[in-house]
């Protein structure tokens, strides 16, 4: 079993920054792929980002230019920094991990973009 945590999320002003990262408690190397998903009230769970071990990126068309994933190996952790933030981006980001076998899903954080 996989455990992953999220941390970072918060309250930001429009415009502003925030930098998400998502702790995996085994080494991520060996995962296929890792992937930031993001869910806001009443809508359903979207792709925001993803890293495959290849290490292609692949972005939701409204955050490509102001969002970048990245990952730690040595720290296995997956990033996600979040620029020029918008009313629009926020959400509950949820990190997954893609195994041969399994995908795994971290509990969330939130993030509110309000002035």
């Known amino acids: 079993q996989v455990r992953l945590v999220e941390s970072g999320g918060g309250l930001v002003q429009p415009g502003g920054s925030l930098r998400l990262s998502c702790a995996a408690s085994r080494t991520i190397f060996s995962f296929n792929a890792l992937a930031w998903y993001r869910q806001a009230p009443g809508k359903q769970r979207d792709l925001v980002a993803e890293l495959t071990s290849g290490g292609s990126t692949k972005y939701a068309d409204s955050v490509k230019g102001r969002f970048t994933i990245s990952r730690d190996n040595a720290q296995n952790t997956v990033y996600l920094q979040m620029n020029s933030l918008k009313p629009e981006d926020t959400a509950v980001y949820y990190c997954?991990?893609?195994?041969?076998?399994?995908?795994?899903w971290g509990q969330g954080t939130q993030v509110t973009v309000s002035s």
């Open positions: 997954n991990a893609v195994s041969t076998w399994m995908n795994y």
